[in-house]
C-alpha cells in the first residue's frame, strides 16, 4: 500500500510489532532516561512489561505532566530536564516511526546532532574539509542559540511540525511538576523527551539556506555566491559554527540569523 508524505504522519502505526520494538527501546535505555517518570514507573517486571505493551493506544491518551530533575553542566551550572513517564517515552516513540523519516528528508544538510547515522565525529570531519583547504575561509562565527529547547515557540511548532496536531498539543503543553507543584508550559519542547530533539531540529532547519543567502557577491548564479564566499554553516543541534571569507561577511549572516 502506497501513502504520499502528507499522509505519513496519520498512518497507523500503532501495531502490536512496532509497538513491541519501541517498548523494547525505551525500557533498555541507561541513564537518565531509565528515570521514571511522575507516576514512579519503569516497567521492571515481565507482567509490567507485557500489559505496558497492550496499553499503547491513541484513543484515551492522555500524557501525564514531567518530573523535573536537574544534571550538573559542564560548567558547573545544572541543567533542567522534563522526564516524561515511561508510556509517554514509548507513545513519542511511536509517532517518531512516522516523524522520523520526513525529519530526514526536510533535514539541513550539514545537521549533525540527534539525527540517525550521523554523531559528533561527522561534524568534526565536516569542519576539517571546510577549513583545511588553503582557499578555505580564514573567519569563523562559533555560536549556540540560547535556552534553545525552552524557548521554542508552541504556535510554531503547532503550524508547521507535519504530524498529528492533538498530540503534539498534548505534549507541548503537559507541563512539569517540581518538589509537588505543578508548572504549565507555555513554550519550549522538554529535554528530556524522546521527540524533543527531532522536533528542535526540525524548528532550525533552514537555518543553513539563510546563512547561505547572505553572500554579498553579484554572483546570482546557483550556489555561486556562497562558494566564493567561502559561506558554510555546520550544526550539531543547538550548536553552530559559520564560516565566511571575511569578517564583513560574518557580520551579515549574523544579522540575518536573527
Not at 505493551?53 to 530536564?81: E, F, Q, W
Not at 516524561?84 to 523519516?101: G, I, N, V, Y
Not at 522536533?199 to 532550525?204: D, G, H
Not at 554553516?233 to 544579522?255: G, H, P, Q
Request: proline fraction near 6%; aromatic fraction near 8%; include cysteine.
Amino acid at each position: 500500500m502506497w501513502i504520499t508524505l502528507n499522509e505519513l504522519p496519520t498512518f497507523p502505526h500503532f501495531s502490536n510489532s512496532s509497538s513491541f520494538l519501541k517498548y523494547l527501546y525505551d525500557t533498555n535505555l541507561k541513564g537518565p532516561r531509565r528515570l521514571p517518570g511522575v507516576d514512579g514507573k519503569t516497567w521492571s517486571t515481565p507482567k509490567g512489561k507485557w500489559e505496558a505493551i497492550h496499553s499503547l493506544k491513541r484513543r484515551g491518551y492522555r500524557p501525564l505532566s514531567l518530573k523535573r530533575v536537574y544534571i550538573p553542566k559542564a560548567n558547573g551550572k545544572l541543567r533542567p530536564l522534563s522526564i516524561p513517564t515511561m508510556k509517554d517515552r514509548a507513545m513519542q516513540a511511536l509517532h517518531l516511526l512516522a516523524l522520523s523519516p520526513i525529519a530526514e528528508c526536510k533535514a539541513d544538510q550539514n545537521s549533525y546532532g540527534f539525527r540517525p547515522e550521523r554523531s559528533c565525529a561527522d561534524a568534526m570531519e565536516q569542519c576539517y574539509k571546510v577549513l583545511s583547504k588553503k582557499w578555505s575561509a580564514r573567519w569563523i562565527l562559533d555560536a549556540d542559540i540560547k535556552s534553545c529547547f525552552d524557548t521554542i515557540s508552541h504556535e510554531w511548532m503547532l503550524a508547521s511540525i507535519p504530524m498529528e496536531k492533538r498530540m503534539l498539543k498534548k505534549w507541548l503543553k503537559a507541563g512539569f511538576m517540581e518538589k509537588n507543584q505543578f508548572y504549565p508550559t507555555k513554550q519550549g519542547t522538554p529535554q528530556g523527551g524522546i521527540a524533543s530533539p527531532t522536533l528542535a531540529n526540525m524548528v532550525l532547519d533552514g537555518l543553513e539556506q539563510q546563512v547561505r543567502n547572505c553572500s554579498t557577491l553579484k554572483d546570482h548564479r546557483k550556489g555561486r555566491k556562497s562558494t566564493v564566499d567561502r559561506i558554510n554553516l555546520i550544526r550539531y543541534c543547538d550548536d553552530f559554527i559559520v564560516t565566511a571569507k571575511s569578517r564583513e561577511i560574518l557580520a551579515v549572516a549574523a544579522r540575518k540569523k536573527r
